[in-house]
């Protein structure tokens, strides 16, 4: 499967504890953006990254949330503490290379849900 | 502020039908415009990509127009089939972000096509 593969699909956590997610982007891509949809929401653009840096964080909350996207592995969307209003579909996409003619390629996303 | 408005939020129509999906954007500083397709619990796949310096784009049955001055795109289903139901989105990449292709997203129509 050469496609974005995010897992896990779905995520239950307790509020307080810690949420992964992780996404592994299609084969040579270099590039990851990561969204989140919130119920009766649109996709909201959270972080962009490439390997070991952080590009763009303006969509990020402030407090609990943080990424990164090391040398080696997967991209890393962590939220420490969750409260109920984390619960979302989140979503990856990657891309080639840099520059706004290079398509995103998403992946199904990881549903979390709060209780 | 960038907002992308997608009306109305849903849409029921008898197979066969063709039918248009509307979009709108507030800022016309553009880089380009695109339209996806989501299944329930999917990701997104992209249908078409409009360039600002384009005027529409067409695959198959579907037939995207954009018109940057206005802030106004649209998508066109000629003969709609049940398969044509899902959620559909349109997303704009900003003209001054650099490398950095984020994508603002519409709340996204979600059509029914009935048999």
């Known amino acids: 499967n050469a496609g974005v593969m995010q897992n896990p699909r779905h995520l239950v956590r307790r509020r307080g504890q810690e949420a992964r997610l992780r996404c592994s982007p299609m084969?040579?891509?270099?590039?990851v953006y990561w969204y989140r949809q919130l119920p009766e929401e649109g996709l909201k653009f959270m972080v962009y990254?490439?390997?070991?840096?952080?590009?763009?964080e303006s969509g990020m909350p402030k407090e609990r949330f943080s990424a990164e996207f090391p040398k080696e592995g997967p991209s890393i969307l962590r939220i420490q503490q969750v409260v109920r209003g984390d619960s979302a579909a989140y979503f990856c996409a990657s891309s080639l290379g840099q520059g706004r003619d290079q398509p995103q390629h998403f992946g199904d996303g990881t549903r979390l849900s709060i209780l | 502020k960038q907002e992308v408005t997608q009306i109305p939020a849903a849409l029921s129509v008898p197979e066969g039908e063709n039918l248009v999906l509307n979009c709108s954007f507030t800022?016309?500083?553009?880089?380009?415009l695109q339209w996806f397709r989501q299944d329930p619990g999917k990701g997104l796949t992209s249908l078409l990509l409009i360039q600002s310096s384009q005027r529409e784009q067409t695959s198959g049955r579907l037939n995207a127009s954009l018109d940057k001055s206005s802030g106004r795109s649209t998508l066109y289903i000629a003969a709609s089939q049940p398969g044509d139901s899902a959620t559909y989105l349109c997303?704009?990449?900003?003209?001054?972000?650099?490398?950095?292709?984020?994508?603002?997203f519409g709340k996204g129509i979600t059509l029914s096509v009935r048999p």
């Open positions: 997303a704009v990449t900003a003209l001054d972000t650099g490398a950095n292709s984020k994508l603002t």
């Open positions: 084969k040579g891509h270099s590039h």
């Open positions: 800022d016309s500083a553009i880089y380009n």
């Open positions: 990254l490439q390997k070991e840096n952080i590009i763009d």
